[in-house]
């Protein structure tokens, strides 16, 4: 028989030409937010604090009748000592969204809001320039009064005007003009009008040019899960400038909106009916 040749091919590292080609490995996401898991204190615990019993009733009986878009219900903490905050702080725990409210003209107060992990549930404080603690409540919202009644700049008209332009302007005028007609026109409770500037060809110069003018508002909220969504109010009522990040904090949806407040902010309907069996089983708890 006559002996087959087989060729020898060598495999494995060194075994193929090398074209300079390095293998790079996509970025792995940074991770996402969570709750933490609350970790509920005993009866014991809330036997001596009955004041921290009172506000768990009334929040029950709150949560129960509010309805997306009511008015939001206070519930006023400052009464309430160190124990019985923690305690509820403990039992609230944190959610996904914080804002921060600036009130101007107010020495450097500010409000700080964190939603708690029942949703439609927000903690509510005012704080002085110092940090010092002014007042403090739980608000069941689907957004904090705070941030539908904060005071913008005023309602002058949107700088439109071509002249004196920055060298690189390209598209930021015409965009102006759009969103200056859309809120002169905009009513109360309409959808919102949105403008992806993702899909538009700005430069910086545009993105700057539409900062200056829109200036920047007293609300910012960061609502935080699988990257961020940032939220800016502007310098007129009704606009917001809104950042879509993902896990690797890259932008990915640029957007402005015309709108009351953008829907993002909002607590869901069935979020806040979740929440409130969820505080029917607490309430029952310590009853």
């Not at 506000?55 to 206070?74: E, H, Q, S, T, V």
């Not at 509820?88 to 600036?102: D, K, N, P, R, W």
């Not at 404080?125 to 005023?154: F, G, H, K, Y």
Request: with cysteine; aromatic share 4%.
């Amino acid at each position: 028989m006559k002996p087959i040749d087989i060729p020898v091919v060598g495999i494995g590292p060194g075994s193929q030409p090398d074209d300079g080609d390095q293998f790079e490995f996509m970025d792995m996401p940074r991770g996402m937010f969570r709750h933490d898991l609350v970790s509920l204190p005993e009866p014991e615990d809330i036997a001596d604090l009955p004041a921290a019993r009172r506000l768990l009733l009334d929040l029950k009986a709150a949560i129960g009748r509010y309805r997306c878009g009511d008015p939001a219900i206070r519930l006023d903490m400052n009464a309430l000592g160190a124990r019985e905050r923690d305690l509820l702080a403990q039992i609230l725990g944190e959610g996904e969204v914080s804002i921060t409210v600036e009130q101007d003209g107010q020495d450097g107060q500010r409000i700080q809001i964190q939603e708690s992990v029942l949703t439609g549930v927000w903690r509510v404080q005012t704080l002085d320039a110092n940090d010092r603690l002014l007042d403090d409540a739980l608000e069941i919202a689907d957004i904090p009064a705070a941030v539908r009644s904060a005071r913008m700049a005023d309602d002058r008209h949107i700088d439109t005007s071509l002249d004196g332009l920055p060298e690189g302007v390209q598209n930021a005028p015409a965009l102006l003009v759009e969103i200056s007609d859309q809120l002169a026109s905009h009513q109360p409770g309409a959808p919102a009008h949105v403008i992806n500037l993702t899909l538009l060809p700005l430069t910086n110069e545009d993105l700057i040019l539409l900062g200056e003018r829109l200036g920047v508002g007293p609300v910012t909220i960061l609502s935080r899960g699988y990257g961020n969504c940032r939220i800016g109010s502007t310098a007129f009522p009704g606009l917001w400038w809104i950042k879509y990040y993902n896990s690797q904090d890259a932008l990915i949806l640029n957007t402005i909106e015309i709108v009351d407040i953008p829907s993002v902010a909002l607590a869901a309907p069935e979020d806040i009916e979740a929440s409130a069996e969820r505080v029917n089983e607490i309430a029952e708890l310590y009853a």
